[in-house]
């Protein structure tokens, strides 16, 4: 049996919406970055992170709007 992948995809990719598309090629994207074991620094931010409590409650729209200077 042969698999006419190319066929395929160009018929799925041509009744997606825009917003589909935009995710799959998103999703594209970042299958193609390597992954890396974290170095020392890496390390220890996370260890810095994980120990913060400031890092565990996410920011309000209105507190991010502020930082940005968007407020």
């Known amino acids: 049996m042969e698999n006419n992948y ?3 995809l160009i018929g799925a990719i041509t009744v997606m919406t825009d917003k589909q598309a935009e995710a799959l090629w998103d999703q594209l994207l970042l299958s ?3 992954e890396v074991e974290p170095d020392e620094w890496d390390k ?3 260890e810095s992170i994980k120990n913060d409590p400031d890092c565990h409650t996410p920011a309000t729209e209105e507190e991010v709007r502020e930082v ?3 407020a």
């Open 68 to 70: 940005l200077g968007h």
């Open 32 to 34: 193609m970055v390597p």
């Open 44 to 46: 220890e931010m996370i």
């Open 6 to 8: 190319k066929e395929r």
